[in-house]
Antibody
Framework: QVQLVQSGAEVKKPGASVKVSCKASGYTFINYFIQWVRQAPGQGLEWMGIINPGSGTTTYAQKFQGRVTLTRDTSTTTVYMELNSLRSEDTAVYYC?????????WGQGTLVTVSS | QSALTQPRSVSGSPGQSVTISCTGTSSDVGAYKYVSWYQQHPGKAPKLMIYDVTKRPSGVPDRFSGSKSGNTASLTISGLQAEDEADYYCCSYAGGYTWVFGGGTKLTVL
């Protein structure tokens, strides 16, 4: 079945970087976009960016421009989200999700905690 | 990119119908037929309920329906059931391969 499995929880200090992975299975990896969405504790969903695994082309939300990088490894059908210059406000659950106008399925989420 | 506007909470009794609105602008909701809705239970990942304004993925009950008029999209849940109690988020394409979510609506089944 179609599945996205994310890497485990991370604890980082302010100013550090984090790289979260999202391994896809059950479908042709290069044919479907992957998007990243985050959710701070008790808050709503926030769109971060999108990658075309076939071409590697990316688009980022203006808020995260210059701080987030999406990459993919077609040999392992894995997409990565790297967020730099972490601050406490980046503490959130980060989700990857498949496709363009219909995000389905979603990964299980990765909690990133930023704390000194 | 400003978040789409949703009511913070709605409620209804079992068997009743509720509608959740999602207001954007002529640059997102009003411009494209790419509005989707997601249900999220506490501690769980969101689940796709409606896409392309009105389409339901297989497995989603037909009690869930979507519509759009101008810059406002709506999700209607008829025949409310206890398991429908959750947070609901709308999402719209905003052009240039960017997307925007609503702030979320907490549905309480009384």
């Amino acid at each position: 079945q179609v599945q996205l499995v994310q890497s485990g929880a991370e604890v980082k200090k302010p100013g550090a970087s984090v790289k979260v992975s999202c391994k896809a299975s059950g479908y042709t990896f290069i044919n479907y976009f992957i998007q990243w969405v985050r959710q701070a504790p008790g808050q709503g969903l926030e769109w971060m960016g999108i990658i075309n695994p076939g071409s590697g082309t990316t688009t980022y939300a203006q808020k995260f421009q210059g701080r987030v990088t999406l990459t993919r490894d077609t040999s392992t059908t894995t997409v990565y989200m790297e967020l730099n210059s972490l601050r406490s406000e980046d503490t959130a659950v980060y989700y990857c999700a498949k496709d363009l106008q219909s995000l389905d399925p979603w990964g299980q989420g990765t909690l990133v905690t930023v704390s000194s | 990119q400003s978040a789409l506007t949703q009511p913070r909470s709605v409620s209804g009794s079992p068997g009743q119908s509720v509608t959740i609105s999602c207001t954007g602008t002529s640059s997102d909701v009003g411009a494209y037929k790419y509005v989707s809705w997601y249900q999220q239970h506490p501690g769980k990942a969101p689940k796709l309920m409606i896409y392309d304004v009105t389409k339901r993925p297989s497995g989603v009950p037909d009690r869930f329906s979507g519509s759009k008029s101008g810059n406002t999209a709506s999700l209607t849940i008829s025949g409310l059931q206890a398991e429908d109690e959750a947070d609901y988020y709308c999402c719209s394409y905003a052009g240039g391969y960017t997307w925007v979510f609503g702030g979320g609506t907490k549905l309480t089944v009384l």
